[in-house]
């Protein structure tokens, strides 16, 4: 899927994305639950690529 963003938009998006991200440290950190945990990588895996390549257009 495709999808045009302006430059506010990516900008936006990107940096609530790195808020997530940040989010996500201490989150995987403190979980005990192994099945949560891999979802939680899995998302952050996910998340890291989109801001990659938002930062590679913004």
Known sequence: M???LTT???A???QLIQTRLD???P???RTEQMEFHDRLKAQKVVLEKI???LRGTA
């Open 51 to 53: 801001l990659h390549q």
């Open 2 to 4: 495709n999808f045009s």
């Open 8 to 10: 506010d938009e990516a």
């Open 27 to 29: 989150e995987l950190r």
């Open 12 to 14: 936006l998006l990107a």
């Open 23 to 25: 989010e996500l440290g």
